[in-house]
């Protein structure tokens, strides 16, 4: 056995009987932590400092089994459903394509060696329960997905959370996990990722149902199912993996080696395969025939109750004509047909298609194809798909390729004659952690972009000075959203100044080089229809900047968490608050210098209904219990690190205002179970 700080190797033999001959076979376990951190969506952490970013999710647990808020952890930005019920929360468009929960963020990261995955297990320190997927990549730098649940709600401890993984057949030594944070009562935190897998391809004998190593440790764990934690094969983090030590002293029984060199091929150059239909075990053709006559059996005659749609002779369909209908949708209008089928999600319409000629043509109608959410499908959307795509896209208005393209899966070229083919009517494009946007592409977006109304560049850190520039060629912005980009203060100003109707900003996380103080003023004197602005974590926002935003009296929304530069905010955001009675959201996370007389304003926000105070030391009971009392609409208020503030007064205001959610962070040693 070979043993290091980040990595275990452990050679398991299965020995054969003798009596046939066969030759004593070793299978190499290897248990490893992660070695890097390759991409993330969002963190809690600055890029300057190491508390809350990705990067401590590398090596061993730092601080697990203790329980609580730790710097030390990985956190991600949001929690819960506060972030979506605020004013700059982002409108979805074909939410169908969405399963029945969104992935909100992401980690990606690399192990020092590649294995067959058999355990994939995530520390988590506090607010345990966001996980939904498990991913692995493989040598051509496609992903597959080994485990998805919906999220949990489960008790406020230490876990070792370890989803049950599908069968793989390939090496990997990059995995990715997906948050949906929508039930937490608090930031998640997550210490370590440990990936356990195998050198050599074992399965279970033939025979064993559905011959998965996951379903063969569930039997040898002999633990009874936890009803709070379904899903989970380590709910005793205390024998976590008894069930793998049990397997190895046992292997021969249970396990033989695969030694098949076959391995699944994606077809090229077919949208349908591409959305990752091609592994169904149902042909699509008779998939798409039993979802339609589900469709027409249950929804259908509800969807005609509702619309009045005239045939070719003035006629009107009824629930009879429904009745002799028998499955001949050609003698419908087309109209009807773009009605019904505009319900469907992308890969239905790839089904449909393949249904025959008339569902053919009626699928690739360009009317269903305004609204284009790829999103949900950035594990299988490359180039060749783009390019199937862009002849249905000749009225795209809204485009979503948030996720998409990362690991040279879609080149910069190929987006770029995409939007030339069928860009120039698009409103809003999202573009979120995309790899591919550099200068060149935003240079193109501003050329054959020019009705932008949103464009958000999330964690888009290629592009530079040349790229940000083009963008004040843009004149109809409305949401900018520019989280973690290099933007330097000459072009987010003209930005500004070409973009007076401007509603949504966020330059959160941004780095030092940004004066926010001109460009606030700059905003103050432009965009005075502005509603929501995110500055979280903004250094060099001072009180001159806040001072300068009393003019923006619509605003409904101000994110001032961690930034610094504010220090004892004097009179500043007294007049700020004082001048902006609209508010409904507002954050002043880790303002040091904060005091009563600095809030006091707020007590005239009557639509006040979230409102962050973490680390306001100097803050009495005296101005948070009047905030209570006099913001009706308040739902929810963070006193967590609130040192005037006992934990008792937090207990008591619980019981007496139970329609606000309190939040109350802490840090403890050991196994505490107490609750945000």
Known sequence: MVSSDEIKIEKVTIIHDNKNNEKDETVTFVEQYVKDVCDFSSQYGSSNSISYTGYNIAGKPSKFPDYGDYPQAFVMRTYGRWWDESPSKLIDFMPQNNEDYESQDYIDVEYHQEVYPIRVS?????????????????TNK???????????????????????LKSCN?????????????????????????????????????GFRNRCISALLKELNNSTNNIDDPFNLTPDYLNQNYDLKKLKKTLHKHCVLYKSKISDKIPKGKL??????HCYCIPPIEEAFNSLQQFLQDDFPKLIREINISTSNSSTITESTVGNFCGNFSILPDETMLKILNNLDLKSLCCCCRVNRYFNNIAKDALLYTSL???PYWNCIDSDALTVLAPRCKYLQKLNLSWCGNYNKITTDCVVDFLTSCGSLLTHLRLNCCHFVNDYFIIQVSTICKNLKELCLRNCTSITKDGFDSLSKLHCLERLELYRTLIETPAMCAILKNNYQM??????????????????IELSNSCLNIESIDFWKVQTLTPVGVRALTKCTKLREVDFGWCGGIGAPGDSLKVFLTNCHSLEKVFLAALRGLNDRDIEPLLLCHNLEQLDLLGARSLTPDICLRILLCCPQLKMIDLSFCDGISDTKIQEWRKLYPHVSIKRSFQAGGNNSSQT
Do not use: C
């Not at 995530?122 to 493989?138: L, Q, R």
């Not at 349908?272 to 239909?277: A, F, Q, R, V």
């Open 122 to 138: 995530i520390f988590e320190t506090y607010n345990p329960g966001s996980v939904v997927k498990v991913w692995a990549m493989d």
């Open 142 to 164: 496609q992903w597959h997905k080994l485990w998805s649940g919906s999220p949990q709600s489960v008790a406020h401890k230490p876990r070792i959370f370890s989803p049950p």
């Open 170 to 206: 390939f090496k990997t030594n990059k995995i990715r996990i997906e948050f949906n944070h929508s039930n937490l009562d608090y930031y998640t935190e997550l210490d370590a990722i440990l990936l356990i897998g195998t050198v050599e391809l074992i399965l279970p004998h033939v």
């Open 272 to 277: 349908l395969s591409k959305l990752g239909l």
């Open 373 to 375: 959410n790829l999103k």
């Open 503 to 520: 509603k949504h900003l966020n330059l959160a996380g941004m780095h030092e080089r940004l004066n926010m103080d001109d460009v606030v």
